[in-house]
C-alpha cells in the first residue's frame, strides 16, 4: 500500500481470489528453500514474478495514482 502496488492474475490482471492469495502465501515459503532463491528469481525474471507469483499465477503491478487538481 506504501509504494502503490497491487497483487493481479497474471492472465486477466483482475483481483486475486482468496484461494489464489492462500497459494500465494503459502509460495512464500517454497520461495525460501535454497537461501531464498525464488524471491532472488524476480531479478532474472522478464515478467519479474518470484516463485510464490508463479506458484499461484500473479503478478504485482503499481497502481496509477490519483492526482486531484485544485480549483482556484
Not at 502465501?25 to 524476480?42: E, K, N, T
Request: charged residues 15%; aromatic residues 12%; proline residues 3%.
Amino acid at each position: 500500500m506504501v509504494v502503490g502496488a497491487k497483487v493481479v492474475d497474471a492472465q486477466t490482471g483482475a483481483t486475486i481470489s482468496t484461494g489464489r492469495a492462500i497459494a500465494r502465501y503459502l509460495g512464500y515459503f517454497v520461495s525460501l528453500i535454497g537461501l531464498c532463491v525464488g524471491y532472488l528469481w524476480v531479478g532474472f525474471d522478464p515478467k519479474k514474478q518470484g516463485w510464490h507469483d508463479h506458484i499461484a499465477g500473479t503478478v504485482v503491478v503499481r497502481k496509477r495514482p490519483t492526482v486531484v487538481f485544485e480549483q482556484a
